[in-house]
């Protein structure tokens, strides 16, 4: 499965963007993963296609949603009230089993990330 990107961009501190990440084949699950200037990577969000399930790092609740559809092979991460902290480049990954999964390692692919800039 093949995973692309895209939907970064530059946006000032209480903006919004909308993440989109495309994949070639259907997964179980979907994630959003991102690695700020001198940071590790980290865990975003992550939805399952049983049940819609999400879950969210504490860092981005009741700012982000991520959305998708497995028959269309698509994930969303909509970002509203953007803050600097946010500035990242940020990587969709998908997996093939049955949990909402937040552990980058339990990732089967990944994209090739997009870069979001939020100026204060």
């Known amino acids: 499965v093949q995973l692309q990107a895209s939907g970064g961009g530059s946006v000032q501190a209480g903006g919004s963007l909308r993440l989109s990440c495309v994949a070639s084949?259907?997964?179980?699950?979907m994630g959003w993963f991102r690695r700020g200037p001198g940071k590790e990577r980290e865990f975003v969000a992550a939805?399952?296609?049983?049940?819609?399930?999400?879950r969210y790092a504490d860092s981005v609740k009741g700012r982000f949603t991520i959305s998708g559809d497995n028959d269309k092979k698509l994930v969303y991460l909509q970002m509203n009230s953007l803050k600097p902290d946010d500035t990242a480049v940020y990587y969709c990954?998908?997996?093939?089993?049955?949990?909402?999964?937040?552990?980058?390692?339990?990732?089967?692919?990944w994209g090739q990330g997009t870069l979001v800039t939020v100026s204060s």
């Open positions: 990954a998908a997996h093939l089993r049955l949990w909402v999964l937040i552990k980058s390692d339990e990732y089967d692919y």
């Open positions: 939805i399952n296609w049983s049940g819609g399930i999400t």
């Open positions: 084949g259907r997964t179980r699950g």
